[in-house]
């Protein structure tokens, strides 16, 4: 499974981005595709997951600005998201899941198995 993550920016506090992560490969047994991002001197957290059931699942810090969807014709989930704020500030990561994943982990990097290549997001104030 390869996936391919762009759409990142600068933008002004307040505006708003659509990041893409492009899915290829053995895709048959991908249960899952969550964003995730980096700030500096930060762990790698979970921001958005949806689910091979078009559940999703958001992080406290997002809910109400960030949606996540998906497009199976194009093998693509997007992660619009809105109100930006400085502190979205961090390159953001797309993985995919193989396997069933517990709705408790959803959001944890642990579980994904496969990552693309990050695109940077910067927010400034």
């Known amino acids: 499974v390869q996936l391919q993550a762009s759409g990142g920016g600068l933008v002004q506090a307040g505006g708003s981005l659509r990041l893409s992560c492009v899915v290829s490969?053995?895709?048959?047994?991908?249960?899952?595709i969550g964003w995730f991002r980096q700030a500096p001197g930060k762990e790698r957290e979970g921001v958005s997951s949806?689910?091979?059931?078009?559940?999703?699942y958001y992080a406290d810090s997002v809910k109400g600005r960030f949606t996540i969807s998906g497009d199976n014709a194009k093998n693509t989930v997007y992660l619009q998201m809105n109100s930006l704020k400085p502190e979205d500030t961090a390159v953001y990561f797309c993985a995919a899941r193989a396997g069933s994943i517990l709705r408790l982990w959803v959001l944890s990097p642990t579980e994904y198995d496969y990552w693309g290549s990050g695109t940077q997001v910067t927010v400034s104030s």
């Open positions: 490969g053995s895709t048959f047994d991908v249960h899952a």
């Open positions: 949806i689910t091979s059931y078009v559940s999703t």
